[in-house]
């Protein structure tokens, strides 16, 4: 009894359907990918319940048959989101290859859906039927990968966290205007390396001069390629397997 008291409850807890009533008009799937359309179209804070109803042609009451509140409405979305990606592949072949894939999936998501990272950070990620087969899939990838259980859990952590961060950088990154090349100030990765250079041939920063007169020059930017890279780098590492 205690349990069942102390069990946290989330929308997933009750079924979409009473057992009396009416059928209902709409399912959930259809009112979370409206709520993603909005959400792509003006940001999040334009997804409320009055928003999405006159985008569903309905009154805000009747959506309270569907959900009931706002945070389950954002937790919807946030699964929805989960089931974009392609879980269908087989595991058990290169453990990070498939890995670094399922990252790739998983930053493409958060490029399409620049809200959703602010949404996690703002209510913890609610684990909805589809990011929990997410969790089963990245786990059933992992499973010839040394490591313990703990330890595969912290990486998919990680694959997602650096997901986060190359999508953010990659939203940062794109121009609304036409930048002037060479300027540090916006997002062109070379006015960047020449403004660092230029600081460190002011002798001030002996370190930063040596590592990058040793490093030479940078190569042309390409996100995805460092992506991969870092996670080819530090997912073994995590896993106690060292650099591959």
């Not at 928003?51 to 929805?80: F, W």
Request: glycine share 12%.
């Amino acid at each position: 009894m205690a349990d069942r008291e102390t069990r946290p409850t989330t929308v997933w807890s009750r079924p979409e359907r009473g057992a009396r009533g009416p059928a209902p008009e709409r399912s959930r799937t259809q009112i979370a990918a409206a709520a993603l359309a909005l959400a792509d179209a003006e940001g999040l804070a334009a997804v409320s319940m009055r928003a999405l109803a006159q985008r569903l042609g309905t009154g805000p009451a009747s959506l309270y048959r569907y959900v009931g509140s706002r945070d389950e409405l954002l937790d919807l979305m946030a699964d929805a989101v989960a089931g974009e990606l392609d879980l269908s592949g087989a595991t058990g072949g290169d453990w990070l290859d498939d890995l670094v894939g399922l990252a790739l999936q998983s930053r493409d998501a958060h490029v399409r859906h620049p809200w959703l990272a602010d949404l996690n950070d703002r209510r913890g990620e609610v684990l909805g039927p589809h990011a929990i087969d997410y969790l089963d899939h990245a786990l059933g990838i992992l499973a010839p990968a040394p490591g313990t259980a703990g330890q595969k859990l912290e990486a998919i952590g990680l694959l997602g966290g650096l997901a986060v961060l190359f999508a953010r950088r990659e939203a940062a990154a794109t121009p609304t205007g036409a930048p002037a090349a060479g300027d540090p100030s916006t997002g062109d990765p070379a006015g960047r390396a020449a403004h660092l250079a230029a600081v460190a041939a002011e002798g001030r920063h002996p370190h930063l001069l040596a590592a990058l007169t040793a490093a030479g020059a940078p190569p042309p930017a390409d996100r995805d390629a460092l992506f991969v890279r870092l996670l080819r780098r530090l997912l073994p590492a995590m896993l106690g397997q060292g650099e591959p």
